[in-house]
């Protein structure tokens, strides 16, 4: 369709696929013996649903919304009459050769088709008819009421004889008012079962022997149901609504299959005796779908018989479905770290994969109240979603103040020319609004990363923090968020400015030397605790790490300390000229060797330093001063 398809039909046969649409408003009939378009033809108005009377596609009868029913033979258009009130559905009664018509009304108007004229109406308690359906056994006519309740007529008493109120099994509790949905679907599956959809997304299974349904279902999407069918078959239940097809048990109500889209629903349609249907929605394409579980593919297609027995064959192995992953941290918290090595864990990456049910269980003994917590997080979020929508004062974020306040300053401070989103914008931006909401993306500046990068990416310097600070103290509710920046100790403000120092000199680089230090020396503090700890729990570990050296002759222990480290940072020179006058032989102190090393004249190009220097001598009164080149003369 050029843009939306509105109901679809499968003529008796099963040769022809009818489908209307808009827009321009129009009827296409498919061959699909041919898989081709057999004919297209326009209409003057939408159509709201029309009915195939003949075996093929030579008698349609079309249901308009300007209140006009325009009958087609196979050549085109053949008669058009108008009805007195606006139509909603219509049915075909095969041995009167009436024609139901049902709308905005309490009548059902008759129109025979064999005399070509107006009956005598049907006369409802209803003030609107939605729906109306013939049972093809005994072929009564039901018709369901903007009520909530069904009516039966029979053709041929043309009186009613019986009424169901099924609208209070799914009635809907409203500010003290009863609200009794209307009947929005009706369908019938052989001569006792019948399925009503409601408005509110409710279908309900009767029998009609009984006042009361033996099956309710809801689709949970509190949608009008517009379009029910019955597997031929299998005891399934095709139910439709805007936004899903659902397929699901008649006895039971367990869900067979669904089917979503991107576009809203307007028509179901099955082949019948095979597992493909049609879906009319609010797009130019018609969707069908096949699903092999419940029957064959229609003749015309029979390949997909074959696809799909090929996918079969293909036999994919899911290793790892209803497996859970966790990384070594998820598992210390869970407590399971003693499965290591068992068939429990499969190790895979930087973790492993454990039983869903297995991890369930572990993750509630291990955190009972983390529902509850969720709870509690939920409703704070909601409450501070609801207070966001108040009237906005300018204020700073609870999550990461420190780096909301550095953007403020850096927007003030940038060059008005560039063009650059403005910081307030980017505080309100929904791709960065978790930076400035979520509390899972606060920086923790107690981490090593941050103790590096710190002096880096620190803007802000006394005097620029200063000015910052007198002019959002002129808010009271920023003065307030300052005061607790005090509080919980931010040192940003006191830090080295990267504007008052020069590239070249980057006093940063010895706060990054600094910080490293400081980690250092808190990593050897923790190890040299850790190892007293083991110590103390296990003293014979202790004794296996002691070693023991043999001592050698003429090995001497009289250099300290600070003697061995004086002597270290002295440079390869020194340290030559002082073992070699005072001729000391080093030995090492945990071995035998020996170094001895002798110092022998220093000589340039085969010649002494003392010959060098007398040469420079006799050639002295030689050489010519060179201050003054390159200086003019006046």
Known sequence: MPAVSTSIRVSKDGQYILATGIYKPKVKCFDVNNLSLKFERCFDSEVITFEVLSDDYSKLVFLQCDRHIEFHAAHGKYYRLRIPRFGRDMQYHYPSCDLFVVGVSNEIYRLNLEKGQFLQSFVTEASAINKCAINPVHHALMIGTQEGKIEAWDPRMKNRVGVLDCGFHCAIQNSNLLTV?????????????????????????????????????????????????????????????????????????????????????????????????????????????????????????????????????????????????????????????????TNLLKAYMHGYFMDIRLYRKARDVSRPFAFEEYKKKRIRQKIEEECASRVQVQKLPKVNKELALKMLDTEKNDNPKKKKKTTENLL?????????????????TNSEEYSLLKPVVSQLDK??????????????????????????????????????????????????????????????????????????????????????Y???EGVDFRDSKATIKKRDKASLGDRLQEEESQKINITGSRGNKEMTFSLKEHKHNGRSKGNVNRHRKEYKHLLRPAGNIGKKKH
């Open 181 to 341: 949905p209307s009947i929005t679907a009706l369908k019938f599956q052989g001569s006792l079962t019948m399925g009503i959809g409601t408005a509110t997304g409710h279908i309900l299974l009767y029998d009609i022997r009984s006042n009361k349904p033996f099956m309710v279902k809801d689709h949970m999407y509190g949608l009008p149901i517009r379009n029910i069918e019955f597997h031929e078959k299998m005891d399934l239940i095709y139910s439709m609504d805007s936004s899903i097809v659902k397929i699901w048990e008649k006895e039971t109500g367990k869900l067979y299959t669904s089917v979503e889209s991107q576009s809203d629903f307007n028509d179901l349609c099955i082949v019948p005796k095979t597992g493909m249907f049609f879906i009319a929605n609010e797009d130019s394409k018609i969707q069908s779908y096949y699903i092999p579980s419940l029957g064959p593919a229609p003749a015309w297609c029979s390949f997909l018989d074959n696809l799909t027995e090929e996918l079969e064959e293909l036999d994919y192995e899911t290793i790892y479905d209803d497996y859970k992953f966790v990384t070594e941290k998820e598992l210390e918290e869970l407590g399971l770290s003693h499965l290591k090595g």
């Open 428 to 444: 309100k931006d929904d791709r960065f609004k978790a930076l400035f909401t979520n509390p899972d993306f606060q920086v923790d």
């Open 463 to 548: 005097t620029r923090a200063k000015k910052l600070k007198k002019e959002l103290a002129q808010t009271p509710i920023l003065e307030d968020e300052l005061e607790n920046y005090k509080k919980e100790g931010n040192s940003d403000f006191e830090g080295s400015s990267s504007d008052s120092s020069s590239e070249d000199e980057k006093p940063w680089v010895k706060e990054v030397q600094k910080q490293y230090r400081l980690i250092k020396k808190k990593e050897k503090q923790e190890e040299r605790e850790n190892a007293l700890r083991v110590n103390e729990h296990d003293p014979m570990s202790a004794e296996s790490r002691l070693q023991f």
């Open 550 to 552: 043999e001592i050698k």
